[in-house]
């Protein structure tokens, strides 16, 4: 089967291209450096005809709300008409656990704009909603660094997930029948994220503040984290940081 992954030069991208691979499937990794453009169209129709499934796992390179409201629409827009000229099957995207529950932030309200055009597309398609990755924690921290370098995070819950669990359970999902709705996934151990962050960030001064922002957005205690069916990952933090020093 004939798997396109938009975005597949990237961290999820590049390992779920190794995992259709690995189970026989011929997997194209498809990114602007492959010749591959989601917002202007360059090279879709060649790279998706024949395509069974297309895996879209790409990301804004701005994360300010207007242009990454435009990349998610433009991209996703160009994405399912090529698909449908193609006779694609299954579109598949990963989004964030959460999105409905922080309006305030723009990114979320980009990818909830993405998922409302995935679901009005008429393509066969399944949303894969996923917790922080653990291999962002340094990302996020610097977010919220305060000008004298001391961290800044809210007491409310946590649930982290490895980016290698992300990639199986999206490997899984592009492979089976359209869910035509969401699953979410999440790391196997719940924390506050004060204290996760605490734990990640040994040498940082961590800051308990409950008015701490992510991208902006103040939190409340279940913003981030799954509060319904849950598919967990098999990778605890400890364990992989340790593997990934």
């Not at 734990?199 to 981030?224: I, K, N, Q, W």
Request: charged share 20%.
């Amino acid at each position: 089967m004939k798997i396109v992954v938009i975005g597949g030069t990237g961290l999820i991208g590049s390992k779920l291209v190794r995992r259709f691979e690995a189970d026989g499937h011929e997997a194209i990794a498809a990114s602007p450096n492959t010749g591959v453009n989601t917002l202007t169209g360059e090279g879709l129709a060649e790279v998706l005809a024949g395509a069974a499934v297309v895996v879209d796992v790409s990301n804004s390179p701005s994360f300010e709300d207007t242009a990454v409201m435009k990349f998610f629409e433009t991209s996703t827009t160009n994405l399912l008409e090529a698909e449908a000229a193609a006779g694609v099957g299954h579109h598949v995207a990963v989004s964030i656990v959460g999105t409905e529950r922080l309006p305030t932030n723009g990114y979320f309200r980009a990818k909830i704009a993405q998922e409302q055009l995935i679901e009005k597309g008429g393509i066969p398609f399944s949303l894969v909603h996923a917790t922080q990755f653990f291999e962002f924690t340094n990302a996020i921290a610097g977010t919220a660094t305060d000008e004298a370098g001391k961290v800044h995070m809210a007491p409310v819950s946590y649930q982290p997930i490895a980016g290698d669990d992300v990639a199986d359970q999206v490997a899984r999902t592009a492979v089976g029948e359209p869910l035509n709705g969401r699953r979410d996934i999440a790391g196997p151990d719940r924390y506050r994220m004060d204290e996760f962050f605490r734990m990640a960030l040994p040498d940082r001064e961590v800051v308990t503040d409950d008015h701490a922002t992510y991208f902006g957005s103040e939190l409340l205690e279940d913003s981030l984290v799954p509060i319904d069916d849950v598919t967990l990952g098999q990778f605890h933090y400890p364990e992989w940081a340790e593997a990934h020093r």
